[in-house]
């Protein structure tokens, strides 16, 4: 199964701007978030089907859901005024 980008989950009320930037080049698809986030976290379920990258910004989570066989070293975070998540 080809990996793929998916649903974006947000656990509380606050609304980072979120765009998904994909190129022809798998290498360089990556997702944008404006502010500051930080890694908090990365699951994957039993049947390594899919796989679950949750941030932090203060009190505020986000988790991000992508179908496919990941693990954390898969993505490279970039923070700053806009956090980039990208696919390694």
Not at 27 to 55: K, R
């Amino acid at each position: 199964m080809a990996n793929c980008w998916t649903e974006l989950t947000r656990r509380d009320c606050a609304s980072p701007k979120i765009e998904l930037n994909s190129s022809s080049d798998a290498e360089q698809d990556a997702v944008d978030l404006s502010g500051d986030w930080a890694f908090s976290g990365f699951s994957e379920n039993s049947g390594g089907t899919l796989g679950t990258l949750t941030l932090a910004k203060d009190a505020t989570h986000l988790s991000l859901n992508f179908i496919g066989d990941y693990t954390k070293v898969d993505f490279a975070i970039t923070s700053g005024a806009t956090t980039v998540i990208g696919h390694t």
